[in-house]
């Protein structure tokens, strides 16, 4: 059976304007995706549609578990910059490496992401605390 990336090879930061930002809890799910749109155009004369396409940047996640203060700091930094309390040039970044089992190794920099929501979910007695962080971005830098 061919060997597949597994969570295990998977590492996350993130960065904020003042540097690297402290692990923001224990990751349990990370994802992202190229948002392409697809466009169709039917014209008089013709008999199909003709499709195009536009590319309209990238949106991630992380999900995970708070096991410090760090989610609530990361989360007041994100909203300062919402507020204009702190410089709106400070960037936030994430970037994920990927240990694949052939030994090679892919690096991915999500940069100058903006954030949607940030939920803090306290879900019962017997559940972890836990969070997602969602982005957008335009920026994406390669590293293989």
């Known amino acids: 059976m061919a060997q597949r990336l597994k969570g295990q090879e998977v590492k996350l930061g993130f960065t904020n304007p003042d540097g690297d930002q402290p692990d923001i809890g224990v990751i349990n799910n990370f994802e992202f995706e190229i948002d392409i749109e697809i466009l169709e155009e039917m014209y008089l004369g013709e008999v199909g549609k003709r499709y195009d396409e536009h590319f309209n940047g990238f949106s991630g996640q992380v999900e995970g578990h708070i096991d410090s203060a760090e989610y609530i700091r990361f989360g007041e930094r994100v909203e ?55 982005w957008k971005c335009s920026t994406l830098r390669r590293v293989f």
Do not use: H, M, N, W
């Open 80 to 134: 300062d910059r919402a507020r204009r309390r702190t410089p709106a040039a400070g960037k936030f970044t994430v970037t994920s490496s990927f240990e694949l089992p052939s030994g090679g190794r892919i690096r991915l920099t999500f940069e100058d992401i903006f954030f949607g929501p940030l939920p803090f979910r306290s879900p019962g007695q017997a559940e972890y605390c836990a969070f997602t962080v969602s």
